[in-house]
């Protein structure tokens, strides 16, 4: 049956409600990955600058929570395992050190770059979609600033570094495919 969007609806292109989806999982995974790092490194030195990044991964989620809720797409079918393995990833990245965490930050935040560098562009096409593009814009931002506190903190100095972020590149890859579709 073909609906037609009534006034007061937020009708969205098929395209905007996937972004929607995914990001709405990624923010999901970030804040998880950071609650896990927490209950490790809560009382290091690191404690604030993960808080900081757990804060602002929050608002990023209750963001995409408000978009997907307004506009009426379905969350991923995916949360209960997002929820579990960004936990579970950021218990065993903290567990090897505060750099080792750090490195965690830099490999998803690599991903996470391309990813809303990706869905900027192609918003490009959607001109209806502005406020779906600045706020992207705006947490592509926060993002990158992760990515260098991590760096700044020693994710390169991380035992495997190379290895380890290489591994979390694939697996957040892998996350993203799959919670675009599922
Ligand atoms: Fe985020
Ligand atoms: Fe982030």
Redo the contacts with the bound molecule.
């Keep these: 049956m073909v609906m037609s969007a009534l006034p007061g609806d937020f009708p969205s292109s098929k395209a905007a409600a996937r972004m929607i989806r995914v990001n709405q999982a990624g923010e999901y995974g970030?804040a998880r990955i950071y609650e896990g790092q927490l209950a490790v490194l809560g009382n290091t030195p690191v404690a604030s600058l993960l808080e900081h990044?757990r804060a602002?991964?929050q608002s990023h989620l209750d963001t995409f929570d408000r978009l997907i809720r307004e506009r009426r797409i379905r969350p991923t079918l995916l949360s209960p395992v997002w929820h579990v393995a960004g936990y579970a990833l950021g218990v065993l990245s903290a567990c090897l050190g505060e750099k080792s965490a750090m490195a965690c930050?830099v490999a998803?935040?690599e991903v996470?770059d391309e990813h809303y560098a990706r869905q900027s562009e192609d918003l490009e096409k959607h001109p209806d979609e502005i406020e779906l593009r600045e706020v992207i814009h705006r947490f592509r931002e926060?993002?990158r600033q992760?990515c260098e506190m991590g760096i700044e903190h020693g994710a390169a100095d991380a035992p495997a570094f190379k290895l380890m972020k290489g591994v979390i590149k694939i697996a957040s890859r892998t996350a993203i495919w799959l919670s675009t579709r599922l």
Excluded: P
């Design positions: 970030a990044m602002q991964e930050t998803i935040e996470i926060d993002e992760h």
